[in-house]
């Protein structure tokens, strides 16, 4: 069965693929044994000016979205990009709650910490699925730091709960995912996801994140090529 998920994973159709197979009994209940979340995430609404879809149909949009952006890599990072935002938002339902806000004049829906509710749930389900140390690792780091953007602005705010963007924070999530392995790359796969979940959000709130994404690329392209450059003239 897990062969039947990474395909679909990597189709370039996911949605029509998924609902295809999940009407298929007998991989609808190998699924459910090991992910029951996903129906929790099929029927949870998503009641954000955020959002346009339910989150599990966020959740397949957002596959398909990565598979968009990264034809150009090796099947097994593929694989790891698509299981992250398999994975991303899979515990929206258990951080679900209903509270006012003065921003849009009336109640919406929320999801606090559900990067951490999503991690653990990706810990628990990816042995299951057979991934190596090092590929479940990474999912699990991509998966807890896909919202960062969130809290990164272009220009300061003055809200203590943000990092305004500079090189210096392009430096600092790169030393923090050199624990990792090669922080850069990983910076550059979680910009993608960033994206990718972004394009599975509501178009029209979804402006400025493509900016800053846009911005955090050429920042990590400027820090990549001048890391060379130093790397060229030690050599010298």
């Not at 295809?20 to 029951?36: D, Q, S």
């Not at 346009?52 to 959740?59: A, K």
């Not at 963007?165 to 995912?177: F, G, M, N, P």
Request: proline share 3%; aromatic share 12%; net charge negative.
């Amino acid at each position: 069965m897990r062969e039947i998920l990474d395909k679909l994973l990597l189709n370039d159709n996911v949605v029509d693929e998924f609902y295809k197979n999940y009407n298929n009994p007998e991989f609808k209940k190998w699924l459910l044994g090991i992910l029951p979340e996903i129906e929790d995430c099929r029927n949870t609404k998503q009641d954000n000016p955020w959002h346009i879809y339910n989150c599990l149909d966020h959740i397949l949009h957002a596959v398909e979205n990565i598979n968009k952006l990264d034809k150009d890599y090796d099947e097994n990072t593929r694989l790891i990009l698509a299981y992250t935002m398999f994975f991303h938002d899979i515990g929206k339902p258990k951080c679900f709650i209903r509270r006012y806000s003065n921003l849009y004049k009336r109640e919406i829906d929320r999801f606090f910490n559900h990067n951490l509710e999503s991690e653990k749930i990706a810990s628990r389900v990816l042995p299951s699925l057979n991934f190596d140390k090092k590929q479940q690792e990474i999912i699990r780091l991509l998966t807890k730091e896909h919202d960062i953007f969130m809290f990164i602005t272009l220009k300061d705010d003055y809200n203590k709960y943000h990092k305004t963007l500079s090189d210096k924070l392009i430096e600092d999530y790169i030393e923090k995912y050199n624990d990792y392995g090669d922080g850069a790359h990983l910076l550059k796969l979680l910009l993608m996801v960033g994206r990718a979940d972004s394009m599975a959000q509501n178009p029209e709130m979804t402006k400025g994140s493509f900016e800053l994404l846009d911005a955090m690329d050429t920042m990590l392209e400027n820090y990549e090529k001048n890391k060379l450059l130093d790397n060229q003239e030690n050599e010298n």
